[in-house]
């Protein structure tokens, strides 16, 4: 059976454990892939600030899981807007979820008690559940008391930012994949006039991508990315 | 009664002389209860102090107290069953065995909550022994078993155990465990398929029935009347009945009456939070069955002394340190498990602070804040002011005058007061001790 997806949430195409920049975090990522090889906890909790990879590293560990061995689910509840508690229901019966952003579900109660009864379901038939928040899970504002329990139950990682050696390999990374040349220089002028949150560093190069298509090249100058930051000034 | 409960903490009261009926005659009291369990411990326990108040209470001669199992409700039914029942009870059995077979049972039965691996503590004695009674005699000893407690405080584990014991005595009883969720989703599904006949037939014929978190039952009408009938077949079968919940049967929200009234017929127990040694001993078993890891004294001090409020915290904890320690290569210390737990235990110090604490008492105690301010002297806002100073010193790092500002301006000596009378009176007044720790685990949880 191919792994499940509800909705037609799609993982993202690049979010695989080879391209994570793992600098600061080797430990939490050591910890899913003997979650997801079955030798380690069963339960993770992943938290830290936007921008630290959680995502990435949800969707990775479901795409570590080999087609047809198991079936996976990943959920951003990010988009909470656009589902409704019964999303969880059905999860019980999975191998692996992936709950992505649980912050975003607390204090709803309907959302708690969904996720209390998918929590004990995974449990009871020992099956992977890997969420990720903002905070430490005895800060989730959680109201259900059994809830918040269980969520404290598990190995809970914290992920780091990248620091600047991080930021420019995760550059890098992303340069390559982009079939881009991107030389130490320039990477450090990026890094010294931008926003240097993941986040924004990867839409910059998505941005440098499309200027880079458009003006036939694929070596980033420090003069080139001048043109895409401050298109006026040049 | 009234003095009883002023005397007892409400969970002593709850479990003890609750479930007693009276009967008075002239020249004395019958106390009846509900089994031998409960008569034992009120004799052993609780007997002095209700003979002293109903010598205070009488003018003239006080009438003798005595003690019998029975209840006023079913007295004409004796405890032992009569030949009939339990001829019935056999037959049933038996039909049960034959006609069920075709379909096994899922067991749910956790293999790793066992007596064995339950730490036991005065948090959670009684409790325990009262599972061990009802694994050796299942069905026979106290039916229901009803346990209840805060999150994450063992109720799940004894039930298991209970389950396990009784499988391990005879492998072909058939014990079923399910969270009351389940059993209404099942049902739910059931009545969509059309099946609901099978769904009673089965669980109408385990041996064991083991709910979990019954308080989730609440609301669910269908599911209650459902659960009601199961309830009443398994009892008069004398098939085994454990249920856990957060609160006392009386007290579950959103619950029949009669459903209610059923829960308190066999015996209730409570589980406590664990004190520091029997955390330290949790966290010590924990890690050598989980990891088999030798978790040296000094760290589990320091985890426990930390990690306050449930057992699944602890866990978590513990679960951080090894990982880290087996990814580093570390040496367990407490300067390692320090570092480890760097990012909970300041979420737990961020938590806590003076107004956040003043708020939670003047809740508590249903006063209002201002009250806890303010120069009133009377002992219904002066005893919940000491107690929101003790709890200041306890749980934040500010400086004795620093509490005293923040508490309308009094000076230190008067914090320095409260927290002594606060912990003369916890020594002394079974009540104190029962608000200061539920207010402070709500506040450290």
């Known amino acids: 059976m191919l792994p499940q997806l509800p909705l037609g949430i799609s993982l993202r195409e690049s979010a695989c454990f080879d391209t994570f920049i793992g600098l600061g975090n080797q430990q939490t990522i050591a910890d899913l892939k003997a979650c997801l090889a079955g030798s380690g906890e069963r339960y993770l909790y992943l938290w830290g600030p936007a921008g630290t990879g959680k995502s990435h590293l949800l969707q990775a560990s479901c795409r570590a899981v080999q087609p047809g061995s198991k079936r996976v689910a990943y959920v951003p509840l990010s988009l909470v807007d656009h589902f409704t508690p019964g999303i969880l229901s059905d999860l019980g019966e999975l191998d692996l979820v992936c709950l992505d952003d649980i912050h975003l579900v607390c204090e709803a109660p309907a959302w708690e008690s969904s996720l209390f009864s998918l929590f004990n379901q995974l449990w009871e038939r020992r099956a992977g559940l890997i969420v990720s928040a903002d905070r430490p899970p005895a800060r989730l504002p959680v109201q259900l008391a059994d809830l918040a329990s269980r969520l404290e139950w598990g190995l809970s990682c914290q992920l780091n930012p990248l620091d600047d050696v991080g930021r420019v390999a995760l550059l890098d990374e992303s340069a390559k994949r982009r079939g881009l040349h991107l030389p130490k220089a320039t990477a450090r002028y990026i890094l010294s006039h931008t926003a240097r949150d993941a986040t924004s560093l990867l839409e910059l190069m998505e941005r440098l991508d499309l200027a880079s298509l458009a003006a036939q090249r694929s070596k980033l100058t420090i003069h080139f990315v001048k043109t895409v930051l401050e298109p006026d000034e040049v | ?445």
């Not at chain 2, 029942?85 to 049933?92: P, V, Y």
């Not at chain 2, 039965?109 to 005699?137: C, H, M, W, Y």
């Not at chain 2, 989730?216 to 454990?242: D, P, V, W, Y």
Request: charge should be positive; proline fraction near 4%.
């Open chain 2, 1 to 445: 009664m009234d003095r009883l409960e002023g005397e007892l903490s409400s969970q002593q009261f709850n479990t003890w002389i609750r479930p007693l009926h009276a009967i008075e005659a002239t020249e004395s009291i019958r106390l009846l209860a509900p089994n031998q369990f409960v008569l034992n411990w009120v004799k052993n326990n609780h007997l002095g102090q209700i003979n002293s108040i109903i010598n205070e209470l009488s003018r003239t001669k006080p009438p003798s107290v005595i003690l019998e199992i029975g209840s006023r409700l079913k007295e004409k039914k004796s405890a032992a069953p009569s030949l009939s029942e339990s001829l019935h009870s056999q037959i049933q059995n038996r039909s049960l065995t034959l006609s069920d077979r075709s379909e096994p049972l899922p067991c749910n039965l956790n293999p790793d909550f066992t007596f064995e691996t339950f730490v036991e503590g005065k948090s959670n004695q009684l409790a325990r022994a009262a599972s061990v009674q009802i694994g050796e005699n299942p069905g026979t000893a106290y039916n229901p078993l009803f346990i209840y407690g805060g999150v994450g405080l063992g109720k799940t584990h004894l039930m298991h155990a209970v389950g396990n014991m009784i499988l391990l005595n005879n492998p072909a009883s058939r014990v079923v465990y399910l969270h009351s969720e389940g059993f209404v989703a099942e049902m739910v599904n059931a009545l969509q398929h059309n099946t609901i006949e099978k769904f009673k037939t089965k669980y109408r014929s385990v041996n064991a029935l083991l709910i979990d978190d019954v308080q989730f039952f609440g609301g669910k009408e269908r599911s209650q009347e459902e659960f009601f009938h199961t309830f009443n077949a398994l009892f008069e079968s004398r098939q085994q009945i454990i249920l856990t919940s957060d609160r006392f049967p009386k007290e579950v929200k959103g619950l029949e009456e009669r459903l209610k009234s059923r829960f308190g017929w066999g015996l209730t127990v409570a589980v406590e939070p664990p004190d520091l040694e029997t955390r330290v001993a949790i966290l010590k078993t924990k890690a050598k069955q989980l990891f088999n890891v030798d978790l040296p004294n000094e760290v589990a001090f320091f985890i426990g002394k930390r990690v306050r409020s449930n057992i699944r915290e602890l866990e978590g904890a513990l679960r951080r340190i090894i990982a880290n320690a087996q990814f580093t290569g570390g040496q367990l210390t407490p300067e390692f498990a320090k570092n480890a737990l760097r990012d909970m235990l300041v979420a737990q110090d961020k938590q806590v602070t003076i107004g956040n604490i003043q708020k939670t008492v003047a809740e508590y105690f249903k006063i209002r804040t201002s009250d806890l301010l303010s120069n009133k002297r009377s002992r219904t806002i002066a005893r919940p002011r000491q107690i929101a100073m003790a709890l200041a010193k306890e749980l934040t790092s500010h400086s004795l005058p620093e509490i005293g500002d923040a508490f309308g301006g009094r000076d230190h000596t008067t914090v320095l007061y409260a927290t002594r009378k606060v912990a003369e009176l916890r020594e002394g007044d079974s009540r104190v001790e029962e608000d200061f720790g539920n207010l402070f685990r709500t506040l450290t949880s």
